[in-house]
């Protein structure tokens, strides 16, 4: 995937090549890649810091609050993306059939022009937010006219647009795996496709997302999307990227497997992108979700960035929750902080770049060691199944000492296939099956930890039967 630096403001460019020859400087040194604390040479916004691995980070706007002194301030600082929060929405666009009014959504899109950022399209099809005169169609006239819809809209912002949300929240919730029942699904099954193609029709360069919530991690809802974009790539259908809502709260948690989810969709050909994230709480448990979800998006490489869902908590649509990332006057809180430090590569492995690495020889042969005994690494795995296939997720934790490369084996069930793997590479397909380090993971820090994925076909495997290592 490429992500396209050349559109970044100027200030996170020239961060973005300190840090590249810093690294670069590191990796002929020692000859491994590297671990960089990003204290020294750290980047002081969240988008500059998020330029610095290609990535963007942005904001849910409101035109009315563009007024706003503080408001305006901490966006025009710190953001790199811009999502109007419902200024782009049906019921704004479009207020009577056929007739457009773009006001609001054009002063959103030309701040962030003013501002260097860029823009995220939200959103041209959805069941909410519908004008009153488009929720009393149904059948061919509401097809009909969600269609001019798309592609007027589409058409209006065109060049302007990084990426649309195409469709909204077109599944339903709970275990069904089925569409959402809404007007526009009673149109046919087909409308999701027939809005890309529309899209597609009339902006061309404009990334074309599917958007929901309850999908961050793996589940019916979460399986049903992926079957779809599955299905969308294999009948060229177009679709280039998948949005994660990411709206939590003690109820609804960060997954476990946020960051195997979001890889496994990587792993279809889609940009991944989390687009509305807010995470209710407070203090260093607030701070910690943030930087999981922030990591988790660093960590899949076709994660092109991070929106969250607002700038201030008073500014959110669930402003009791605090869920933000600056407090109603402002402030920078912790989860900033931790946001900013996470995507200044805190504990993050880099990979070396150009300049090839010296290779030395381990002075000290591989060790086995069978967990959960000491010794070179340790491997644990943790399963997400359901019929018919799983995702796997294996934290790989070195021992006592730094290792520079590592070997996970273990053996799939008869009948069981790996289809694909990421953080690693994997070496078989079915019974015994390795996975080894990558270029840019090999080096553990002593006690340290790295996780890598995969997902497969069948009944999912219970156990590793052996990690293997050598000594750093
Ligand atoms: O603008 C009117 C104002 O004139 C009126 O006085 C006021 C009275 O209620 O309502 C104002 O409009 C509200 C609008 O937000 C602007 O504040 C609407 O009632 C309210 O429904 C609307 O809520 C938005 C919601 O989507 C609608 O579904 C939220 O701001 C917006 O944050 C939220 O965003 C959605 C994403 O689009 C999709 N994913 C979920 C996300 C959170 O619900």
Known sequence: MT?????????????????????????????AAITFSGTADAATTLGASAAASGRYFG??????????ATYLGILSREFTMVTPENEMKWDATEPSQNTFSYANADRIVAQAVSQGARVRGHALAWHQQQPGWAQSLSGTALRSAMLNHVTQVATHYRGQIYAWDVVNEAFADGGSGARRDSNLQQTGNDWIEAAFRAARAADPAAKLCYNDYNTDGQNAKSNAVYAMVQDFKTRG??????????H????????????ANLQRFAALGVEVQITELDIEGSGTAQADSYTRVTQACLNVAQCAGITVWGIRDTDSWRASGTPLLFDGSGNKKAAYTSTLNTLNGAGTSVPPTTTPPVTTPPTTPPVTTP?????????????????GGFV???KVTAGASAVSTWSVALTLPSGSALTNAWNAQATGS??????????????IA???????????????PTAVSGCTASLA
Do not use: M
Not at 15 to 26: E, I, K, N, Y
């Open 59 to 68: 904001t849910a706007v409101a035109a009315y609050k563009l007024s706003d």
């Open 248 to 259: 939590f709260n003690s109820a609804s948690p960060v997954p476990s497997d946020y960051q």
């Open 430 to 443: 079915s019974g015994a099956v390795q996975f080894a380090n990558v270029s840019y993971n090999g080096r």
């Open 392 to 394: 796997i997720t294996v």
């Open 371 to 387: 967990p959960p005994s000491g010794g070179a690494c340790s491997a644990a795995l943790s399963a997400n199944a359901w019929t």
């Open 446 to 460: 002593a006690g340290g930890s790295t996780e890598f994925g995969f997902q497969g076909t069948g009944t999912p």
């Open 237 to 246: 259908v177009p679709i280039d990227c998948v949005g994660f809502q990411s």
């Open 3 to 31: 992500h396209d630096f050349a559109r970044v403001r100027g200030r996170s460019t020239s961060r973005l090549r300190g840090v590249v020859l810093t690294v670069a400087a590191g990796a002929v040194a020692i000859g």
